[in-house]
């Protein structure tokens, strides 16, 4: 292969660059009562709301599912396999 010796020191540099580049470029967000995150603006706006209209975080999670299956039709959405885990104090218990 063309250049061998320099192939895992430029691969190594290449991907000290690119992992500093994007961590320089996207600062920590933090939030006190609630935080919504999505690939889509619209999405996170709807669980936003949800949790400033007094709903939990469950609540939140199903709007934005629903709104996801609209605004990105392509992304896995309901019913497009996923994963959930919640845990209680008040039930004492761990949901999967």
């Known amino acids: 292969m063309f250049l061998t010796k320099w ?3 430029l691969a ?5 660059v690119s ?3 994007h961590a ?3 600062p920590a967000v933090e939030a006190k009562n609630g935080m919504v ?3 889509q603006y619209l999405a996170s706006q709807v669980g936003a709301d949800i949790l400033k209209m007094g709903g939990n ?3 939140a999670a ?3 599912g629903y709104a996801q299956a609209v605004v990105n039709p392509c992304c896995g959405n309901i019913g497009g ?3 959930y885990d919640h845990s209680s104090c008040r039930w004492n218990r761990y949901i999967y």
Do not use: R
Not at 12 to 16: D, K
């Open 7 to 9: 192939n895992k020191p």
């Open 19 to 21: 992992g500093t580049l």
């Open 24 to 26: 320089a470029s996207t």
């Open 57 to 59: 975080a469950v609540d």
């Open 81 to 83: 396999g996923g994963f």
């Open 62 to 64: 199903v709007a934005v």
């Open 37 to 39: 995150v999505t690939s």
């Open 12 to 16: 190594v540099l290449a991907l000290l």
